[in-house]
């Protein structure tokens, strides 16, 4: 059997999951029988709907027996808000199964393919491994540390400048990458951004793309240590929940125009800069389920989540223009480590043309993660 194509395949159809199984991993399935016909697809559409493997079953019917299971994560072997899919495998006849990886969830880690092979099924586990661990990091980094994966967006042109010095940034990047984009917000729980960038952009934050019309829009968080930003403009529209993160320095008045706008209020502990504490600001974010942050700027913030050492991956688009000013913002401001050995290590994972720009894909080096 081809398994390497058929992953390929049910790993499309787990992305149908995006934006809408959170806490849940995104997960797809395929039955194959031996002839290589594939009688059933299905795909996890959020919790406490069906799992990938019972939709395929479903849709395979009686020709499921006899038949291998292809799915991009380990079948459940445990009740959580549904049953496990082990039995129900094993109750269709189906007697092969191939997986991409193990289930990193405690309650499952390896019991799922424990019991099948132990009820007699052939089991092989690997195939397409690499592409299936990527579209989950978020639900391993949350299933198995109750911390969001944090991902650091940002735009710049060639001379890594995010803005010109009169402060205008629209547009650096092409069209192809904000929708780009748009697809990281549908993979986000929570998009953050700093004082700065909600003051000079007045960012919405919610997922326009009409390809995307069926996630949820993230949660909105505005980290503002100070109480700077007024109660208007975007971020207090109605389109997507917003929490304030903020500290003991913001006046009460301003606590009580944010909640009065409709915004949840968080006064946060403070970093020993005085500003919020960003570890612990994933670390009540994990808490409330959100697996996957978007951090998207600006430079301070960015800077201080650096520094605090809560990224786990950077995501850059590049435009292929030079801007210059030696006061014109870059991708990261702050003090800079220093001397150069200090410089935080990142392992490329793609470098690939977007629309006229380039996006650079880059995970913090697994030793210098949460290091600082
Ligand atoms: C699968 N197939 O399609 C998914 C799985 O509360 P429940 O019953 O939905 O269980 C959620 C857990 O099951 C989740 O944390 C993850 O370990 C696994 N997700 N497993 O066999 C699926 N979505
Ligand atoms: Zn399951």
Known sequence: MEAKAHIHRALQLAERGL????????????????????VGEGWH?????????????????????????????????????TGPCTEALIA?????????TPDPNPLVNGSGFDRLRAAGLDVQVGPGAEAAKHLNRAFERHVTAGLPW?????????????????????????????????????????VIIGSGTALADDPSLTLRDPALTHALSPLRVLVDSSGRVPPRGRLFDTAAPTLIATTERTPDRRLREWEAAGSEVLVCDAAPNGRVSLAGLMSHLGKRDVQ????????TIAWGAVAEGVIDEVVLYVAPKLLGGADAPSVLSGQGFAP????LQLDLTSAEPIGPDLKVVARVHRDHRGAR
Request: aromatic fraction near 2%; include cysteine; charged fraction near 15%.
């Open 45 to 81: 559409e959020g919790p406490g709907t069906p799992h990938a493997e019972v939709m395929a079953l479903a849709a395979a019917g009686d020709r499921a027996r006899g038949a291998t299971a292809v799915v991009t994560l380990e079948p459940c072997n445990h009740i959580g808000r």
């Open 340 to 343: 150069i050995g200090q410089a």
């Open 92 to 100: 269709s006849g189906i007697t092969s199964l191939v997986a991409a």
């Open 292 to 299: 996957g942050v978007l951090l998207e700027g600006g430079s």
């Open 150 to 190: 944090v991902t650091l967006k940002m735009a710049s042109t060639l001379d890594g400048k995010t803005a010109a010095t009169d402060g205008t940034s629209r547009w650096i990047s092409g069209a192809e990458a904000r929708s780009d984009v748009q697809r990281l917000r549908a993979w986000a729980d929570a």
């Open 19 to 38: 934006g809408h199984v959170s806490p849940n991993p995104m997960v797809g399935a395929l039955i194959v029988t031996p002839a290589g016909d594939v």
